[in-house]
């Protein structure tokens, strides 16, 4: 047995409400809360030998100390050793802390190295005056994933208790029998990982490298993964779910209504999705398109079947805005089923919501849309067939993980229907989604010319101006995306207030919009109907409307500070044009001096307007070292495996965990257990 986590010297009530902030439970948690990344702290660098982007500790003679508190909050300290000068920055300070440095005293600071235009910079270093502190001769010092309350040395010695006391014994090194990785044992190469000695190689220990300690863990997660999804899928085997095979009012009066043909891989997938609906196992299909393939419409159709065959539908998509917009655009294609369709999100007043759930439970309500608000503990559905998470990857574990247990409390398991527009290889999606189906819509609907995309530095944002106002006049609707809602004291970029102002020097204020998260629900909705309608033609945001949103003749993207979005997602906000059969333009607005990296990267954009290309371009520049966006957004719960850089073991370990769940199921549920705990349940969802 174990020991509970409070039995380890140092962890009391409040510090283990921390670590389960962290995910971390239990002991075997903390020997598996493993780096990210490594410091080499092993000596102090001349300041002649420093260059941007490295991390060092340095050591210094304090020449001056500066604060001044506008433009904005900082404090500039000055130091020198005999070979050059260096600046550590700090935007938050207290008085005292600015006291205490005093001219001429030594310093020390750990810290990467950027570049300004006074010289080599610290920004907010970890410093002491102490060098002691900072310098650690005998090892590569981790970097973990921390928390309020819980500081990198805290958890580093914690780890280092967790590792003594864990018993070994039952660590399932019956992996050694399927393959010489796993040869190396548990303890040593949790150990190696934790704490390296410093003759290690940083560079075989880092995500991607061959250290033989990292393989052993790596494979072991991969194998643990594979266990996780063929688990699900044998569940999901045993749960039976209600066929439905009619087609009746519902589907005729959608394609009564329907103002356009489906295109062949509508067709396709639709009929994919009828093949799974007729059966009474639970479907489990994940339909992935580009931006604009309209999924909407195959899912629609998918829930049409579901209730014209007796069951109930629900549709939850990520945020409020994209929700309301699916039901007002649901309710106009089957207006004479409106009373049966209904809307639930976090703000639906309660009266309007108890009346709703009472329908839901009576079978009135024939089709749910809402957010994550249509799975909380209390609304109740009579039979529901279907459910469809539009834009998947935007929910978090939580939401997801409350999705499943709701689907646990019925005891017919419901159809499922996953839609998503993040581009994933087909190879790759077969691992990742090994417990679904997966559908392809690889064709957009016809008459869209290509969005025209174009890069404009800020300097010449003058051009711009011009090129909006005579836009506005021929009928142009335009969105304009800033990073930021209201101006920050530390980030020098575009926000929503004052790109409004600004605008209002050239445009009259009845034109113009804004949308933010700030805002009031209430607000939101009618800021998106003015800009839908057409009352306005200018919708100035944050990223609020990145997925989703759907106004057919909005024509214009103007995105600010282009360089600090991803490409994903820059793709996704451009998808926000496009729609109908005007030609329409993507403008990516950009800080002056871009480095030609960054550039090189944006102008991917320009040369590509399909997703798919656009992540593998994205692939290429950011090396395997990043995968597609898929994993940060937690559709995959693996910590330590990169499904792209390490894809190579992804059929060798496949093979060890069909063994393992045939032979030695005990081993592999362990195994699940470990490096999966909480999260097996959300890839459920
Ligand atoms: P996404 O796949 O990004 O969710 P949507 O479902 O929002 O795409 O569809 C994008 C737009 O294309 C919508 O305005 C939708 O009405 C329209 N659309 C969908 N299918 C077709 C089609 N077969 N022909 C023409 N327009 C279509
Ligand atoms: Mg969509």
Redesign the pocket.
């Known amino acids: 047995m174990n020991k509970q986590l409070t039995e380890l010297p140092g962890i009391g009530p409040a510090t283990l409400q921390n670590l389960n902030a962290l995910g971390v439970t239990s002991l075997e948690d903390l020997c598996f809360h493993l780096p990210y990344a490594y410091q080499d702290r092993s000596s102090i660098t001349n300041l002649a030998d420093i260059a941007e982007g490295e991390e060092r500790v340095v050591s210094g003679q304090i020449v001056s100390v500066q604060t001044m508190y506008k433009p904005k909050k900082m404090m500039v300290v000055k130091i020198k050793d005999e070979s050059g000068f260096l600046n550590l920055r700090f935007f938050y300070f207290h008085p005292a802390q600015a006291r205490s440095f005093i001219k001429d005293k030594t310093v020390s600071a750990f810290g990467k190295v950027t570049v300004s235009k006074y010289g080599y910079e610290l920004i907010h270093p970890e410093y002491s005056f102490d060098a002691n502190d900072l310098v650690e001769r005998d090892f590569l010092v981790p970097t973990y994933r921390v928390t309020k309350g819980i500081s990198q040395k805290k958890l580093r010695a914690f780890i280092k208790t967790a590792i003594d006391n864990y018993d070994f014994s039952e660590s399932g090194n019956e992996l050694t029998k399927f393959d010489k990785d796993f040869a190396l044992d548990l303890k040593t190469a949790l150990m190696t990982i934790h704490l390296p000695s410093i003759r290690e190689s940083l560079e075989e220990l880092l995500p991607g490298g061959l250290h033989p300690a990292r393989i052993r863990l790596m494979k072991e997660e991969m194998v643990a993964f594979q266990c996780g999804m063929l688990a699900i899928k044998e569940k999901k085997h045993k749960q039976s779910a209600y066929k439905c095979s009619n087609d009746a009012l519902w589907t005729t009066s959608i394609f009564n209504n329907l103002p356009?043909?489906?295109?062949n891989a509508?067709i396709r997938v639709l009929h994919e999705i009828h093949q799974d609906l007729e059966k009474d196992l639970p479907m489990m299909r994940l339909v992935q398109?580009d931006?604009?393939?309209?999924?909407?419409?195959i899912a629609l159709l998918g829930c049409c079947r579901a209730i014209d065959s007796g069951s109930q539908a629900v549709v939850m998509a990520p945020t409020t805005i994209l929700a309301e917009q699916h039901h007002l655009s649901i309710t106009q294609l089957l207006h004479n089923n409106a009373e049966e369709i209904a809307l639930l999100t976090g703000s639906t007043p309660s009266q309007e919501r108890k009346k709703i759930l009472k329908k839901l439970t009576e079978g009135e309500i024939k089709l749910l849309i809402g957010t994550h608000a249509v799975f909380q503990s209390d609304v109740v559905f009579k039979r529901l067939g279907l459910v469809v998470i539009d834009e998947q990857h935007r929910f978090g574990v939580n939401q997801r993980l409350s999705l499943v247990q709701k689907q646990n409390q019925i005891n017919k398991a419901p159809h499922q229907l996953t839609l998503t527009?993040t581009p994933i290889p087909r190879t790759l999606a077969m691992s990742i989604y090994a417990h679904m189906d997966v559908s392809v819509v690889d064709e957009l609907?016809p008459g869209r010319s290509p969005i025209i995309t174009t890069l404009l530095a800020k300097q010449n944002i003058d051009q711009l101006l011009k090129r909006v106002t005579s836009a506005v006049n021929a009928d142009s609707k335009i969105y304009w995306v800033c990073p930021l809602i209201e101006e920050s004291e530390t980030l020098d970029l575009t926000n929503v207030e004052e790109r409004e102002k600004e605008l209002l020097n050239h445009l009259p204020q009845s034109m113009i919009t804004k949308l933010h998260g700030k805002m009031k629900p209430a607000q939101k909705i009618a800021a998106m109907e003015s800009f839908k309608s057409g009352k306005t033609k200018i919708l100035i945001s944050t990223t609020v409307i990145e997925v989703?949103v759907?106004v057919?003749d909005a024509d214009i993207m103007i995105i600010e500070n282009a360089e600090r979005f991803g490409l994903a997602q820059l793709h996704q906000l451009r998808?926000r044009v496009g729609?109908g059969n005007k030609q329409s333009y993507c403008i990516l607005l950009h800080k002056d001096n871009l480095k030609e990296e960054s550039k090189h990267r944006l102008e991917v954009l320009k040369n590509f307007t399909d997703g798919f290309r656009v992540a593998e371009e994205d692939l290429k520049i950011r090396g395997p070292g990043e995968i597609l966006g898929a994993q940060q957004t937690g559709i995959v719960p693996l910590k330590y495996t990169n499904l792209i850089r390490d894809s190579r073991f992804l059929e060798s370990t496949k093979k060890i965990a069909e063994s393992l769940i045939q032979q030695k199921p005990q081993v592999a549920e362990n195994l699940i257990k470990r490096w999966l705990a909480g999260s097996i349940g959300y890839a459920e969802a």
Not at 260 to 263: E, N, P, R, V
Not at 291 to 297: D, I, P, R, Y
């Open positions: 356009f043909k489906l295109t509508q398109g931006v604009g393939s309209g999924k909407t419409m527009a609907p989703g759907d057919k998808g729609r």
